[in-house]
């Protein structure tokens, strides 16, 4: 079984949800891999914040040579936050991903603060689809609810076009605990759910509960980590 087949069967006939945490850098993969994890997803928000970037601003480049940093140090297949693809054409895209090593990636459905037209954007993940067949697990980011449209039939819609279009799991960022039942009714296949770390939000056992079936953290990991460093370090120079 190659890591891409490995790596989607992790989705599928689960009686908990698949969590994946985050690495930002080849270290952090180790770490995770070492506490038992099979797979793993990076953030790019923590992997920018890793390489002296703001969150979106990171260089293509720069991602995915961090990428492949990170893919390259564990033997676990590994998926790629890439945003919203970089503005490169799906050919360049797949052929990106594939040269990194990763066997998956998380597309968002915005640019900029802004929401991209669903029917354009589904015809952009058709074609990515189609250059990767079946050697990259698609994870397509519904951003409605980020950017301030919390209508749950406007995220099943997008949500919906995007699996036609050849998604293998939807990711509603921000969508609110008590909607997650609704779109989980609303739409086929695994749904992605971000979870927060700071022990306010629900546990993963709750979101398992309300139709998540694939968890991520987003930076929380690298920000916790972060905080802990912080915290050493001023008790270094109290």
């Known amino acids: 079984m190659t890591k891409a087949e490995a790596?989607?069967?992790?989705?599928?006939?689960r009686a908990t949800p698949l969590v994946l945490p985050g690495p930002w850098d080849a270290a952090s993969a180790k770490a995770l891999v070492?506490?038992?994890?099979?797979?793993?997803a990076t953030p790019s928000a923590g992997v920018a914040a890793s390489l002296g970037h703001a969150d979106g601003e990171t260089p293509a480049d720069e991602m995915f040579a961090a990428v492949a940093r990170i893919a390259?140090?564990?033997?676990?297949?590994?998926?790629?936050?890439?945003?919203?693809?970089?503005?490169?054409?799906?050919?360049?895209?797949?052929?990106?991903?594939?040269?990194?090593?990763?066997?998956?990636?998380?597309?968002e459905d915005s640019r900029r603060g802004v929401l991209k037209d669903p029917r354009e954007h589904a015809e952009w993940l058709?074609?990515?689809?189609?250059?990767?067949?079946?050697?990259?697990?698609?994870?397509?980011?519904?951003?409605?609810?980020?950017?301030?449209?919390?209508?749950?039939?406007?995220?099943?819609?997008?949500?919906?076009?995007?699996?036609?279009?050849?998604?293998?799991?939807?990711?509603?960022i921000g969508a609110p605990v008590d909607v997650l039942p609704r779109l989980r009714a609303g739409v086929e296949g695994p749904l992605n759910v971000f979870a927060r770390l700071d022990g306010d939000g629900p546990s993963l056992a709750e979101l398992g509960a309300r139709g998540a079936t694939r968890i991520t953290f987003g930076p929380g990991l690298q920000q916790r980590a972060t905080a802990a460093l912080r915290e050493i370090a001023e008790g270094l120079v109290s």
């Open 72 to 107: 390259r140090a564990v033997d676990v297949p590994v998926s790629a936050d890439v945003e919203d693809g970089y503005g490169l054409t799906p050919k360049e895209l797949v052929e990106r991903l594939l040269e990194a090593g990763v066997v998956g990636c998380n597309l």
């Open 126 to 172: 058709a074609e990515v689809r189609a250059e990767a067949g079946d050697r990259l697990f698609l994870n397509a980011r519904v951003d409605t609810f980020v950017r301030r449209v919390p209508d749950p039939e406007e995220t099943i819609a997008r949500a919906r076009r995007y699996v036609a279009a050849g998604a293998d799991c939807v990711y509603p």
């Open 34 to 40: 070492a506490a038992g994890f099979p797979a793993l």
């Open 7 to 13: 790596f989607r069967a992790l989705h599928h006939d």
